[in-house]
């Protein structure tokens, strides 16, 4: 592997070599008898051979110690070759400190040094000791070893892993110096550390340069799009490879697959693996990995249960990863026996399988069992090396944070910071989340000087985080300066900026940032629509909503969900365009649900219309729409609006008879770092007068601006300013 006249040497080992005892003592101990009496000795070639061949069959670290014991005796060690021999074993047992050892000790004279060089390079690179491998480099060069065609992809693979784009280029520099730029092997270690490091107009400039490419060239192209989410470029380099002649295999099509999926196209990832079957393409355990994955983000349970068979049939069932993706997909379709099933057929079980079992309840909307699973894998006393990572804090964190209890997700957080795990992007991009929903600003201010400081703010999902962080909580400016800074924006940064200005109002902002998205050729999809749609609604631009729910069928043929009927249902109802709205609902291609029909009874009580109001709720009932809380208190609160207290009387009655309870509304304010909450039904005993005062003063204010409360100029009257605020 080292030396390639070794591979010679070994293939003209005399037989009787063969015939020698197993006992690697005895046949050294024979071979060296006469060759040891020299003061000028040298191993002979048939000694390294044998030797070398013996390294080989190593199967256990104690034989390779023997081994290496004998060589040092019999003064064997002299030989570069067999020290990077005995590097390489060591290397391959994970024992780095013998390897460094044998290499601190060995001999650097003559070209043989290259070689030695290269053994621990790959030593460290092999075991993930890239940093070390990069110390390395910079000794080997400062004692005039240049490196050759071996050296540059295990430096430039080292470089790719620490992310360090600075001593990138310099490497690459010393490549073109050494004249490697048309070295194939580097070429290729070349395109796949710059799509590591996210420069891909790099890598396609080494690769357009090269004068001569292999599979694996374009293979690595192609998975590095995938790498950076870039579907359009691998299917671009994907197409070009077929037009030069060169047939895509199956490493090119499972990164192609790979770059869809991760891209959330998991129709047309679908739609690539059945084209890769139907041309006779043999599908690899990889290939069904991204089609499980798929699978379960498409929620395709049936199809993931085809692709089960295939796995079967395949012979594919030993893979971890294939069975890793199995739990998933079965997890995120809430089969959780299954899954539970499917870890316990694994032999040996690695991080990643318990990992994926706790994100297979987590997903389930089981948190509290994936907790459990995570405790488990805690209290492992068997298997000290399995202890809970960056991705099982991660996964619980997150199951609890989907499931609306981020009070808990941040107590876990804190836990996981205690247990002096590093947080990674997923897991800053949950906490943020967390932060949005709860409101918890100062914490999402902390996390963002978190994120500065561990340089992880170029990341594209922890600064769309951020966005959604900041324009939740209110505070606009930070989240669109935090928008401006992205420079490689995707849908999801766009939809957050909108998202942001429509919650709060500014429709016409969100129509700018609407407009500018388009402009620079970002096609929007099903969610742009719901928060540009809503926010016309909050800000009354009915013409601006009408147009953009044209806009999405006729130009985009987005079919309008559940989500955009009751958005426009809000945008007519709150103009108080209640026929036209009605209409909307009665010609809607899906069948209304809960949250349509209540768009329009709120736009009912808005405009104090009675009749409509109960003409719906009693629609709503005979269809056993009615079990939502929302609806109860609504078609209550439209008939105190109008006085006919009995009726909203029997209308709450009604909801507690069925076990549907009313959370109380809440308004919180934070001072300095006290937070002050406001609920529904209760006495505020302190500091009363004071609020009342400022409420007073705030009414009067409004009232001399011409500011407006939903429809109604704002109520003169400070008690029903107070009231309206712990109603909620």
């Known amino acids: ?33 006469h060759q040891t009496q020299s003061k000028e000795y040298q191993p002979s070639n048939e000694l390294l051979d044998f030797v070398d061949h013996l390294l080989q069959q190593c199967t256990g670290v104690d034989r390779c110690k023997q081994i290496h014991t004998h060589v040092i005796i ?40 290259l070689l030695l060089w290269n053994s621990i390079l790959r030593a460290n690179v092999s075991n993930e000791y890239y940093e070390n491998a990069l110390k390395l480099y910079v000794r080997m060069r400062r004692t005039g070893v240049l490196g050759d065609g071996f050296t540059f992809p295990l430096v430039l693979r080292a470089c ?16 073109l110096e050494m004249g490697f730029q048309n070295h194939l092997h580097v070429a290729n270690e070349l395109i796949g550390m710059y799509a590591k490091l996210g420069q891909m107009g790099d890598a396609h400039n080494v690769f357009d340069r090269m004068g001569v490419r292999s599979h694996i060239s374009w293979n690595t192209m192609v998975s590095g799009y995938a790498l950076n989410y870039d579907c359009n470029g691998a299917l671009e380099i994907f197409k070009r490879m077929q037009s030069e002649g060169v047939e895509p295999n199956l490493v090119t099509w499972t990164s192609l697959m790979s770059s869809h999926a991760r891209s959330g196209w998991h129709k047309e ?32 349970f049936c199809r993931g249960k085809v692709i089960h068979g295939y796995v079967i049939k395949g012979g594919f069932e030993d893979y971890s990863f294939v069975k890793n993706a199995l739990l998933c997909m079965y997890g995120k379709h809430g089969d959780v026996n299954s899954a539970n099933n499917l870890f316990l057929e694994i032999k040996n079980k690695s991080s990643a399988s318990w990992n994926a079992l706790i994100t297979s ?62 947080a990674n992007a997923v897991t800053i991009s949950t906490i943020l989340s967390v932060c949005a929903e709860l409101p918890a600003l100062h914490l999402g201010r902390e996390i963002h000087g978190h994120v500065i400081r561990a340089l992880m703010d170029k990341n594209i999902l922890v600064k769309n985080g951020l966005v959604n962080m900041y324009t939740k909580c209110g505070c606009l400016r930070e989240g669109h300066t935090v928008f ?96 036209e709205a009605s209409e909307i609902v009665k010609n809607m291609s899906l069948e ?103 409420l007073e003063a705030l009414t009067l204010q409004m009232e001399s601006e011409e500011h407006v409360y939903g429809n109604n100029i704002i109520p003169q009257d400070v008690d029903e300013v107070t009231r309206l605020m712990m109603w909620g």
């Not at 006779?280 to 499980?292: D, P």
Request: aromatic share 8%.
């Open 1 to 33: 592997m080292f030396h390639a006249a070794a591979f010679q040497r070994l293939a003209s080992i005399p037989s009787r070599i063969h015939n020698f005892p197993p006992n690697p003592s005895s046949t050294i101990s024979l071979l060296l008898h």
């Open 74 to 113: 019999t003064g064997s060690c002299c030989s570069a070759f067999l020290a990077a021999r005995i590097i390489f074993v060591y290397a391959r047992f994970g024992l780095l400190f013998e390897a460094q050892k044998v290499f601190n000790s060995a001999p650097f004279e003559g070209v043989s040094n």
């Open 160 to 175: 790719a892993s620490m992310g360090n784009s600075s001593f990138c280029k310099i490497v690459h520099g010393h490549a």
């Open 269 to 300: 990832a679908m739609e690539l693996f059945d084209l890769m079957r139907m041309r006779g393409i043999e599908v690899s355990a990889e290939a069904l990995a991204v089609a499980l994955s798929v699978c379960a983000d498409l929620g395709a």
């Open 361 to 422: 309840h987590a997903d389930a909307g089981l948190c509290d069992e994936a907790l459990e699973i995570f405790s488990q894998m805690e209290r492992l006393e068997d298997c000290p090396t399995l202890r809970p990572n960056v991705v099982s804090w991660s996964a619980v964190i997150d199951g609890f944070a989907s499931q609306g209890r981020g009070e808990e997700a941040l107590e876990l957080f804190r836990r996981m910071q205690f247990a002096k795990v590093v």
């Open 484 to 579: 401006e800074k992205i420079e490689k924006k995707d849908i999801i940064s766009w939809n957050s900026m909108i998202t942001g200005y429509g919650m709060h109002g500014l429709g016409v902002n969100a129509l700018e940032t609407f407009d500018q998205m388009i402009k620079l050729g970002f096609k929007p999809d099903k969610v742009t629509f719901v928060a540009i749609i809503s926010a016309c609604s909050h800000a009354g631009l009915v013409p601006e909503g009408r147009r953009l729910f044209d806009l999405m069928l006729r130009e985009y043929q987005i079919e309008p969900q559940m989500e955009h009927y009751a958005c426009m249902v809000d945008l007519l109802g709150r103009a108080g365009l209640l026929k």
């Open 592 to 694: 209304p649900n809960a949250c349509v029909w209540g768009a329009l009874l709120n736009s009912c009580r808005m405009h104090k219309n009675t009749e409509v109001a109960e003409e719906i709720a009693s629609y709503m009932f005979s269809l056993n729409l009615h079990e939502t809380t929302g609806n109860y208190m609504l078609l209550s609160n439209i008939y105190a609006a109008s006085g006919r207290w009995k009726d909203s009387a029997r209308v709450r009655t009604s909801a507690r008879t069925k076990g549907l309870n009313k959370y109380p509304g809440q308004s919180w304010i934070k001072v300095k770092k006290n937070v002050h909450v406001f609920s529904a039904g209760n006495n505020m005993q302190n500091g009363l007068e004071q609020v009342s005062g400022i």
